[in-house]
C-alpha cells in the first residue's frame, strides 16, 4: 500500500523558509515522478513542483519564480520542499503526490499524502 507522508510545515514570518518532507513507502519510486500541491482556503489546488523519482528532472510553477526548489534523497524515498522568501499568499495545506508522468495536472497523480499546513504571518 503505497503511502506519502508530509512533514515539516508551520508557522513562519514573511520572508523566512521553511523544508516540506515527504516520506514515501509502500513501493518502489523510481519509475514514479514525485510532486507537490498547495490549496489554500476556497481555492482550488494548484500545482507547485514536480520532480521525476529517476533522472531528476524538474517541472515549477511559474508563480515560485526561484523561491522554491525540490528534490530528492533515493536513500531515504524521501522527497523534499524548499521554500523560501516566503509570503502571506504561500498560506495553504501542502500536498505530496505521486504519479507516473511529470505534469501540471492533478489527474496524472494517482497517490496523495494528507497534506501538511504552512501559514506565512505578514
Known amino acids: 500500500q503505497v503511502q506519502l507522508v508530509e512533514s515539516g510545515g508551520g508557522l513562519v514570518q514573511a520572508g523566512g523558509s521553511l523544508r516540506l518532507s515527504c516520506a514515501a513507502s509502500?513501493?518502489?519510486?523510481?519509475?514514479?515522478?514525485m510532486a507537490w500541491f498547495r490549496q489554500a482556503p476556497g481555492k482550488e489546488r494548484e500545482f507547485v513542483a514536480a520532480?521525476?523519482?529517476?533522472?531528476?528532472?524538474?517541472l515549477y510553477a511559474d508563480f515560485m519564480k526561484g523561491r522554491f526548489a525540490i528534490s530528492r534523497d533515493n536513500a531515504e524515498n524521501t522527497v523534499y520542499l524548499q521554500m523560501s522568501s516566503l509570503k502571506p499568499e504561500d498560506t495553504a495545506v501542502y500536498y505530496c503526490?505521486?504519479?507516473?508522468?511529470?505534469?501540471?495536472?492533478?489527474?496524472?497523480?494517482?497517490?496523495w499524502g494528507q497534506g501538511t499546513q504552512v501559514t506565512v504571518s505578514s
Open positions: 503526490a505521486a504519479g507516473g508522468s511529470v505534469s501540471y495536472h492533478r489527474s496524472a497523480y494517482a497517490y
Open positions: 509502500g513501493r518502489t519510486f523510481s519509475s514514479y515522478t
Open positions: 520532480i521525476r523519482w529517476s533522472t531528476g528532472s524538474t
